[in-house]
């Protein structure tokens, strides 16, 4: 990719340098702008440090363990401990990266969609941030952030691409053909989120929160096909309507009443292939449904994030069914498909270097904010 970076509205920084000899012109090309970017949507406190499309620093503070003996996540008591967590992980950010806070040359916010508390206390240290360093500030949309930050790992985002994003709070099939700007929901969850559904499952099966990684392991001793749980919005009137939706509720539901047949007859509940089976289910619509979207819009490229995204059975469905419509999968390593602030810093930079116009110092917090709005 050619570097494409401008100063745009960002503060000049004097790049000359001085030595006994004098002034040393400065080099023809400077390194591009250093942006932090800060992460409160949902249970993760994350600061990334990003410049260009390279990751200096991604410091996480998690409340998940503070969430677990509720089954799910708290709003009012994540907003606290992104509160606390905020100040420490923004200096550990800047230690693992090198680099002091003056060095910033602009901030990106998740501004939305996301917990209105906890996106507050991650906007409110954005604009305090901006106000004291005098740089500009990007509230930016948290679903194209978990797009951009693929940039990271594998580099220039082919565009358009298709992206699958599917976490605790979203399950999206989105056109992206342009990061910065111009994405397009094709479809969403109706009901729960897919790392939802892993949740309350997991839960009914005694399994620990948050349920996803469980299942995926207990899985792998299960036969998928033990049970034929359903596809929802795979069919007829359904799938007509909503061919590139995801419905999960009914399958969750479906689980509950196999599950709970199964131990009024007083027989033991076999957990692995419950667990195979659900799994199989969801990761068949996932994969069908994002693949038929690559083909109807005619893209080459498939990219697959949030949480979920971490499940062995969807990577290798989706990788095969993607391999056998000539279609590329990319998916970023677990650390950057879950939540983090290193995916804001490089949604941030991405903007940055397009030339993209900052937000304005009063920007609000959206909790529904649509994935058509990238910066706010
Ligand atoms: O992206 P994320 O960290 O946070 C949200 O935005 O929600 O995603 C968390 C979700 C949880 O529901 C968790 O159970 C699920 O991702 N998850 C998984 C796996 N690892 C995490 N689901 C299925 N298989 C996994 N291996
Ligand atoms: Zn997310």
Not at 48 to 73: C, K, M, N, Q, W
Not at 177 to 195: F, H, M, N, S, Y
Not at 313 to 331: I, K, N, S, Y
Request: with cysteine; net charge negative.
């Amino acid at each position: 990719m050619s570097i494409r970076w401008s100063h745009g509205d960002l503060a000049a920084r004097p790049l000359g340098l001085t030595c006994q000899h004098g002034a040393v012109p400065a080099p023809l090309t400077s390194p591009p702008p250093l942006v932090l970017g800060i992460e409160t949507s949902c249970d993760e406190t994350g600061v990334g440090l990003v410049r260009g499309t390279t990751l200096l620093a991604d410091a996480i503070a998690s409340s998940v363990d503070e969430h677990a003996r509720f089954g799910g996540v708290v709003p009012e008591v994540a907003s606290r401990a992104h509160l606390e967590a905020m100040v420490p992980t923004i200096q550990r950010s800047c230690t693992t990266a090198g680099v002091r806070l003056d060095d910033v040359d602009a901030v990106a916010v998740t501004s939305g969609p996301g917990l209105v508390g906890a996106l507050l206390v991650g906007v409110a240290a954005a604009k305090a941030l901006a106000v004291s360093l005098s740089r500009p500030v990007y509230g930016v949309n948290h679903l194209a952030a978990h797009v951009a930050v693929d940039q990271l790992e594998h580099g220039p985002l082919p565009e358009p691409c298709l992206a699958l994003l599917v976490s605790g709070g979203h399950s999206s099939l989105l056109l992206v053909d342009d990061v910065t700007g111009d994405v397009t929901a094709l479809g969403a969850t109706i009901d729960d989120a897919a790392g939802e559904a892993f949740d309350k499952v997991a839960r009914l099966l005694g399994l620990p929160f948050p349920g996803g990684p469980h299942i995926d392991r207990v899985a792998r001793d299960g036969d998928r096909v033990a049970i034929d749980f359903p596809r929802g919005l795979t069919r007829g009137r359904d799938l007509e309507r909503h061919r590139f939706d995801f419905s999960f509720s009914g399958l969750k539901t479906a689980v509950a009443r196999w599950v709970e047949a199964r131990q009024q007859t007083g027989e033991p509940v076999p957990v692995a292939d419950v667990a195979a089976s659900f799994q199989e289910a969801v990761c068949d619509v996932l994969s069908t449904k994002a693949v038929a979207a690559c083909r109807a819009y005619g893209v080459r490229h498939l990219l697959v994030g949030g949480g979920v995204a971490a499940n062995s059975r969807l990577r290798a469905l989706t990788e095969q069914r993607a391999a056998a419509a000539g279609v590329a999968v990319r998916v970023p390593r677990p650390a950057l498909c879950t939540d983090n602030g290193a995916m804001v810093a490089a949604l941030g930079a991405e903007l940055v270097a397009r030339g993209r116009p900052p937000s304005a110092l009063d920007l609000p917090v959206d909790s529904s904010m649509p994935v058509t709005a990238v910066v706010a």
